[in-house]
């Protein structure tokens, strides 16, 4: 009668151990949890708050194009700001950017150091990857407080260095262009694009996004079963030319977003082996494919083919079977969705399309 007593006492120690244990797992989850919850991200506008037009590419594209942007951001109740010497096209190189690469840094960093709560990058084009470089050589450190960093194409350079500060960002059109903007600018770039959707981002009106994309490989997810993690990337070209970089794409735990102009098929499946060749894919969730035109192609079946290529002779043979999502809603096209950057997202893969889930600014930062 002994032995059973002592096992069952034993049994009961045991069981009061593991279940210790495990509340304390979960406890330490929970903080962790609170962690997430709490990473510094950028705050919503109130009325009257400042949204500054930052200009580290591109120069205005018609003499009244500020004008305009400035009116927009007033329409919506947010203060616009734009320093005073902040664009001086005949300063820069081959007449094309906003400014000399020394000045579209100082005023980066103005912005950066300024009471602005949002940068709105004016154009993209060429010039970031010059005020990234400028900006690491000045040892300048970032705010305590992240503002919210917005644009697309070129601008990618800017996200990428505001998530090596754990920084979510928001790829979405340039405040130069965008439906409201056309009328003025007169460019087909993202001509159907809403502006208005991102001041009611801004503003804290919407908090979560709901993206619908195209399956091309559902890898090994269980259809309908949420893959948590969250987006990072951005403009292609940009993303490549950053590979090696302080500030090169880091793919653990993240869903990969790639757009582009339209390229040549030969020179995109270049690009894409090289990221796989530097390990970006190595550990991340998924990849979501925004537009990425095929040159001389009518439609997206092309894009399709060679992103399916891509896949099976790149990706599958190192043993990375990872969900692949397509919709051309996102880049250099009539329109330019919002994505959030460095926020939790959730993909869940249908039988007929998969569907992300994405706050535009709770942290996925740690």
């Known amino acids: 009668m002994k032995r059973p007593l002592i096992a069952l006492i034993i049994n009961m120690f045991l069981f009061s151990a593991n279940f210790a244990c495990a509340m304390g797992k979960e406890a330490s989850s929970s903080e962790d949890s609170k962690t997430v919850s709490k990473?510094?991200?950028?705050?919503?506008?109130?009325?009257?708050?400042?949204?500054?037009?930052?200009?580290?590419?591109?120069?205005?594209?018609?003499?009244?194009?500020?004008?305009?942007?400035k009116s927009l951001i007033a329409s919506h109740g947010l203060q616009p700001f734009l320093p005073e010497g902040a664009i001086d096209k005949e300063a820069s190189?081959?007449?094309?950017?906003?400014?000399?690469?020394?000045?579209?840094?100082?005023?980066?960093?103005?912005?950066?150091?300024?009471?602005?709560?949002?940068?709105?990058a004016l154009r993209g084009g060429f010039g970031a990857a010059e005020v990234v470089y400028e900006f690491e050589l000045s040892a300048v450190?970032?705010?305590?407080?992240?503002?919210?960093?917005?644009?697309?194409?070129?601008?990618?350079?800017l996200h990428l260095l505001a998530a090596t500060w754990g920084w979510p960002s928001l790829h979405g059109s340039v405040i130069g262009l965008g439906e409201e903007l056309f009328k003025e600018t007169q460019v087909n770039v993202n001509k159907s694009t809403k502006l208005s959707l991102v001041f009611s981002i801004l503003k804290g009106e919407i908090r979560e996004l709901e993206h619908t994309f195209n399956?091309?490989?559902?890898?090994?997810?269980?259809?309908?079963?949420?893959?948590?993690?969250?987006?990072?990337?951005?403009?292609?070209?940009?993303?490549?030319?950053?590979?090696?970089?302080?500030?090169?794409?880091?793919?653990?735990?993240?869903?990969?977003?790639?757009?582009?102009?339209?390229?040549?098929?030969?020179?995109?499946?270049?690009?894409?082996?090289?990221?796989?060749?530097?390990?970006?894919?190595?550990?991340?969730?998924?990849?979501?494919?925004?537009?990425?035109?095929?040159?001389?192609?009518?439609d997206s079946s092309q894009t399709i083919d060679e992103i399916k290529y891509f896949i099976k002779n790149f990706l599958l043979p190192r043993n990375i079977n990872i969900p692949v999502v397509y919709s051309p809603r996102f880049g250099h096209d009539e329109y330019n969705d919002v994505m959030p950057l460095g926020t939790t997202a959730s993909l869940s893969i249908h039988e007929y399309a998969a569907i992300l889930k994405v706050s535009v600014n709770e942290s996925a930062y740690q």
């Open 141 to 157: 450190s970032p705010p305590k407080h992240p503002k919210l960093i917005i644009g697309f194409s070129d601008i990618t350079a």
């Open 93 to 120: 190189r081959h007449g094309y950017f906003a400014n000399s690469d020394e000045n579209r840094t100082k005023y980066f960093i103005e912005a950066l150091q300024g009471p602005s709560k949002a940068l709105w």
């Open 39 to 69: 990473a510094p991200t950028w705050k919503f506008l109130k009325e009257g708050d400042g949204v500054e037009i930052i200009a580290p590419s591109g120069a205005p594209l018609t003499p009244g194009h500020i004008e305009a942007i």
């Open 215 to 298: 399956v091309i490989h559902s890898g090994s997810a269980t259809l309908e079963t949420p893959i948590f993690g969250s987006v990072m990337g951005g403009n292609l070209s940009i993303i490549e030319n950053h590979k090696g970089t302080p500030t090169a794409l880091q793919g653990k735990g993240r869903f990969i977003f790639l757009e582009d102009t339209s390229e040549d098929p030969k020179r995109l499946i270049r690009r894409l082996i090289g990221l796989v060749r530097a390990g970006v894919f190595d550990e991340a969730k998924g990849i979501i494919f925004g537009n990425n035109p095929i040159a001389g192609s009518a």
